[in-house]
T-cell receptor
Framework: DADVTQTPRNRITKTGKRIMLECSQTKGHDRMYWYRQDPGLGLRLIYYSFDVKDINKGEISDGYSVSRQAQAKFSLSLESAIPNQTALYFC?????????????FGPGTRLTVT | QKEVEQDPGPLSVPEGAIVSLNCTYSNSAFQYFMWYRQYSRKGPELLMYTYSSGNKEDGRFTAQVDKSSKYISLFIRDSQPSDSATYLCGAQGGSEKLVFGKGMKLTVNP
């Protein structure tokens, strides 16, 4: 079984709809992250959480919100989706005891906003 | 200017070639430097990391950091078709957030 899972794997939605992407991990890590990947722009950090009560904005948080429901669960919401949020979204985890440079990524969610 | 710059390529080489992938960075506070490899339709995976300046070798892969010139390099010897992937350089400083380059798509042709 995968250590970091993301649901759904693919999603097509319409402009203005609210959508939630979910991430679960069985690695026991305390830190979790959400990134988006766009061709030509690479991986960019949206939000990160160093523990259940800690939520921080990343490089591109506008239009997104997150919820850390438990140590193992971190969800990303798009309150009102727009076409330029079409991208590949990755969740990642790391262990504070081993350094945040070693992150474990999920398989990604391909989101298309029409 | 992004804090970590990487030529997105793509790069195509014959099997057996030596591959050199490079990045530059601008933030002097970065202490950890890493290379992630991402196969098609998969999430990135950590390939190697280096703390501060110096070299690190792992089989056919060598990671090199020159802090004086703010240069990050990855060398692949005897490249194989299975090395075909996107390679992302990254750096981390005191904030413990990773900053990634754009990623270089490498194809090794048999």
């Amino acid at each position: 079984d995968a250590d970091v899972t993301q649901t759904p794997r693919n999603r097509i939605t319409k402009t203005g709809k609210r959508i939630m992407l979910e991430c679960s991990q069985t690695k026991g890590h305390d830190r979790m992250y959400w990134y988006r990947q766009d061709p030509g722009l690479g991986l960019r950090l949206i939000y990160y959480s160093f523990d259940v009560k800690d939520i921080n904005k990343g490089e591109i948080s506008d239009g997104y919100s997150v919820s850390r429901q438990a140590q193992a669960k971190f969800s990303l919401s798009l309150e009102s989706a727009i076409p330029n949020q079409t991208a590949l979204y990755f969740c990642a985890t790391s262990d504070s005891g081993q350094g945040s440079y070693e992150q474990y990524f999920g398989p990604g969610t391909r989101l298309t906003v029409t | 200017q992004k804090e970590v710059e990487q030529d997105p390529g793509p790069l195509s080489v014959p099997e057996g070639a030596i591959v050199s992938l490079n990045c530059t960075y601008s933030n002097s506070a970065f202490q950890y430097f890493m290379w992630y490899r991402q196969y098609s339709r998969k999430g990135p995976e950590l390939l190697m990391y280096t703390y501060s300046s110096g070299n690190k070798e792992d089989g056919r892969f060598t990671a090199q950091v020159d802090k004086s010139s703010k240069y990050i390099s990855l060398f692949i010897r005897d490249s194989q078709p299975s090395d075909s992937a996107t390679y992302l350089c990254g750096a981390q400083g005191g904030s413990e957030k990773l900053v990634f380059g754009k990623g270089m798509k490498l194809t090794v042709n048999p």
